[in-house]
């Protein structure tokens, strides 16, 4: 199949189960032309000619992923993440928006988890294109990704479950960040951040972790204090993890600088800039709406 036909399959299907959206859905298919990235021609003909063109689409981030006999060892070991957070998670029946979803593979393991209908967002058209590869190598599901960002989202329905993974220490303004999810939920919101653990948020002056767009590194109390603000209920941290370079490195599937070249090479407990080594932790909110209970 190719990708073409795929890109018009999903936006179908999405503008089917969200009918409010198809407007905006026509409006972002565009993105998904030479026109808007230079390089959508190579990532389509590589679609065209799966699995053997698989590399074409590096670097791969989110996985691992198995397409027959090829194994995708991509940066992350996403199922670590996934073990990690499935726990305190019903999905059953969910309607979910995965923001910040990268190529899609949480979505997956969503749908195993009982969610009926996931759609991720994410501006990176590769991990789109990704996506796009993975559904022509693994069968037509309810799980899509359209190129885009939470800003742009149309405010009109509400999904179930809304969740926000590696975003939030990207955000110049976390409140409004959350404030937009929260306004896109109907029941409960998951976040999985960076933190510090220490007493204040960390601000990097420069770079954290060789990572330019970091302006905050909160702490469990402040991610729970914003989630508050921005109307969330019940606000509990479920896990917190150091990341280790077991769980984001580099492979063949992403051949580019990952978490050992961002610490320092004498402590692996501090980043290369002298900050504090990433940890992560994974909170939950639940939603309140007038006339709802429960």
């Known amino acids: 199949m190719n990708a073409r036909t795929l890109i018009e399959t999903q936006q179908l299907a999405i503008g089917t189960e969200v009918p409010e959206w198809r407007p905006f859905l026509e409006q972002i298919s ?20 799966l699995p ?3 590399i074409a689409l590096h670097p791969w981030r989110k996985g691992p992923w198995q397409f027959g006999d090829i194994h995708v060892d991509t940066e992350w070991r996403s199922d670590w993440k996934w073990q990690r957070v499935a726990p305190h998670l019903d999905l059953t029946g969910h309607r979910v928006l995965d923001v910040g979803s990268g190529n899609g593979y949480f979505g997956w393991r969503m749908l195993e988890a009982g969610a009926r209908f996931v759609l991720g967002v994410d501006p990176t058209l590769l991990f789109c294109m990704q996506h ?8 037509p599901a309810p799980n899509h990704v359209i190129p885009a960002r939470l800003e742009e989202l149309p405010t009109g329905p509400r999904f179930d479950t809304v969740l926000s993974m590696g975003v939030l220490y990207h955000r110049k303004d976390p409140v409004d960040h959350l404030s937009r999810l929260v306004r896109l939920a109907e029941k409960q919101v998951l976040i999985e951040t960076l933190i510090v653990e220490s007493e204040h ?8 972790a060789r990572m330019r767009n970091v302006p905050v590194v909160p702490t469990v109390a402040d991610t729970a204090r914003w989630m508050t603000e921005a109307g969330l209920k019940d606000v509990q941290c479920v896990d917190i993890t150091r990341t280790t370079t077991d769980e984001q490195r580099g492979t063949e599937w992403m051949r580019f600088e990952s978490l050992r070249e961002a610490l320092d090479p004498t402590d692996e407990h501090r980043t290369i800039e002298g900050h504090p080594a990433p940890v992560r932790a994974v909170l939950l909110g639940q939603v309140e709406r007038p006339g709802r209970r429960g």
Request: aromatic share 10%.
């Open 30 to 49: 565009a993105r998904f032309s030479a026109e808007h990235h230079g390089d959508y021609t190579v990532w389509a003909e590589a679609i065209g000619q």
């Open 52 to 54: 053997e063109q698989l």
């Open 132 to 139: 796009l590869a993975a559904t022509a190598l693994l069968g």
């Open 201 to 208: 948020s960390l601000r990097p002056e420069g770079r954290y």
